[in-house]
């Protein structure tokens, strides 16, 4: 009998009672291999010392200051680390100032209104519009699952949403057409921001939101090269911000510190999370340019947002070891390496499987796509609900992989997401590659 109140109520879950390096083990001592970090959070794995002294230590010294009152060296720090990588990976950066939240959903809230108050400060109060796109996830409280495109998230709360002008994905897979080039299709996806932008009147658009990568709603889905590129010279061309979500490609994850410096350019607005503390504290962060920062100073003189447990200076002295950790240990060489050796398996061992669609993503945030046919691409019937079967198959051989269903439409589409801690060695690795093979032939009730 338990008296909280879980994600899906009703259910049995094992009791997590301790960690140990890319594992965690349950009440009966049962070891479970984490492929998905949970939802792509535990970059370094449940027991790393360095994280667990700094988060100690800083407890012992001092636990919460208001930051209506105090600054704290540790969210100093870690403000100077950010922008400091920023500065060293993002081509033509414009980061400059750091505003820390706990999570993913209130770093979007925070970047949602400083767009919208930029433009009130610079005295263009017509500007509140927000354009982003179908199959994205930017979190679920209402602001933040307003502007985002996953239709089952949505679906229930609906009317109480905020208005929000939603474009196509970038998704080659499903929408590039036969015989168009990357770059022909990147350009075609990208100017659905234009049309968008024109049809809304350019005078009324304040922002457009993407994740650099698709995480949990598509299925670690980059964009093709050249398609945001084209976004960055949209939103110049029309002073529209460019908000890019890195909640859960960030950090390191697709093996560089800022997944959009693969890309090529730098955002307005940046938002980040997961990797950020890497689950030993909970904490998000909004990045942004000085121009948007000095509007504010110039302006009102206040940003009117705010939480109580913003800067919190434990989880600020938490992600900054997190952070060290990357820097000084090379970690991201690492995750480079896993992560091209993860897909190069993946391919070699499930590239041919008649409901294997497609394999994708960048460092270590891969994703395989589910189809009934690959030729036809047909998803599968949701009343299968193939994802959960598969979550339910890899969890009975000690393997946590991020299934997610109604990817397509909100009712369509079945992938598995891996997101492993960027500690793993190849032996992990061969070993989320068994184990996903055999529970995708236990949920697909096809031979191993
Ligand atoms: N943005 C992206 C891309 C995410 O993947 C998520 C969470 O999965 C969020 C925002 C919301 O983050 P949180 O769950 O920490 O509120």
Known sequence: MTHVFHRQPGATYPVAVAGDGPWLIDGDGRRYLDACG?????????????VRAAVLSQVDTLAYAHTGFFTTEAAEDLAAHLIAQANAVIPGNRLDKVYFVSGGSEAAEAALKLARQYFLE?????RHRVIARRQSYHGNTLGALSVGGNQWRRQPFEPMLMPATHIAPCYAYREQAEGESPEAYGRRAADQLEAAIQTLGPETVAAFIAEPVVGATAGAVPAVPGYFRRIREICDRYGVLLILDEVMCGMGRTGHMFACAEDGIGPDILIAAKGLG????????MLCSAVLFDAVVAGSGFFQHGHTYMGHVTACAGALAVQRRLRDDNLLDNVRRQGAALRRDLEETLGQH???????????LLGLELVTDRETKAPFDPAVKLHARVKRAAMARG???????GTIDGRHGDHVLLAPPFIIEDAHRHEIVDRLGEALAEALDTPA
Do not use: K, N, T
Request: net charge negative.
């Open 354 to 364: 008649p409901h294997v669609g497609d394999i994708r993503g960048r460092g270590l």
């Open 38 to 50: 949970g939802a792509a959070v535990s970059c370094l794995g449940h027991s790393d010392a360095a």
């Open 399 to 405: 393997l946590m992989v991020y299934p997610m269903g």
């Open 122 to 126: 610079i005295g263009q109060p017509d």
């Open 278 to 285: 890497a689950g030993y504290q909970p904490i998000g962060a």
